[in-house]
């Protein structure tokens, strides 16, 4: 366990916290929450193809649900031909159903480590993890456009975090069936699943947000608008199905 947190703190944790105190201190007007945007911003591009093929396959696997939903009916009761049928429409459809869950993985622990480093930049044990080319900024004025103390909660950036969490959700889910057509108890399930995590997600947003930095509601609000960009350009004005 020692090695994966030391390999952890080496791989990831250390270079995205010495390319937040570099950007703090060549930026120009060592805004600091400018510099947490512009890190977020670098790491969401290097994530970019990553996310680009997790959000393919999810639009891949949305437009295949009424054929999936024929295959349940046609195939009631027996589990054994039911999974073979939808094997055999991942092949013809080219969808690798582990792909979206394969590349969000790999994403995961880069954007835990982010995380971690906007929400501990204020301690100063943190300045041991600076490389020896890395001057040491000594104290870190967490001042963004010079009025909001990125040290401190907001309960302004939570909100405005939960709104956006609610926008790039909605984007995602698809729009309920218009056709008044008869459903299965699966297909029920799926739909209120899928509104309630429609709420769950904002608020659940707000609770962490309300009592952690701002810092690290910066993060959030500037990764969700990226990921609110990549997701229009994937599905397209929006609509998770066309």
Known sequence: MNLIIHLYNILLYQ?????????????PGHDFGVSIIVLTLAVRVVLYPLMHSSLKSQKAMSLIQPKL?????????????????????????????????????????????????FWKFSSPDQMV????F????????????????????SAFLAILAGIFQFLQTKMITPSPDK????RDNMSQFAQVFQKQMLYFFPIFTI?????????VGIFW???TLFSIGQQY????????NP
């Not at 993890?129 to 020896?132: A, C, D, I, R, V």
């Not at 890395?134 to 963004?144: L, T």
């Open 15 to 27: 270079p995205l916290f010495n390319g937040l105190v570099l950007l703090h201190l060549y930026l």
């Open 69 to 117: 939903q024929e295959i349940q009916k046609k195939h009631k009761g027996d589990l054994a031909k039911q999974s073979q049928a939808i094997m055999e429409l991942y092949r013809k459809e080219k969808i690798n159903p582990a792909s979206g869950i394969l590349s969000l993985l790999i994403q995961l622990p880069l954007l835990i480590a982010l995380y971690q480093v």
């Open 129 to 132: 993890y600076l490389y020896s």
């Open 134 to 153: 890395v001057p040491n900024p000594g104290r870190i004025e967490p001042m963004f456009l010079n009025f909001l103390n990125l040290a401190e909660p």
């Open 179 to 182: 056709k008044g057509g008869s």
């Open 207 to 215: 609770l962490i947000l309300w009592r952690l930095p701002s810092a």
């Open 221 to 223: 609000i500037t990764t």
């Open 233 to 240: 350009i994937v599905y397209g004005k929006g609509k998770s």
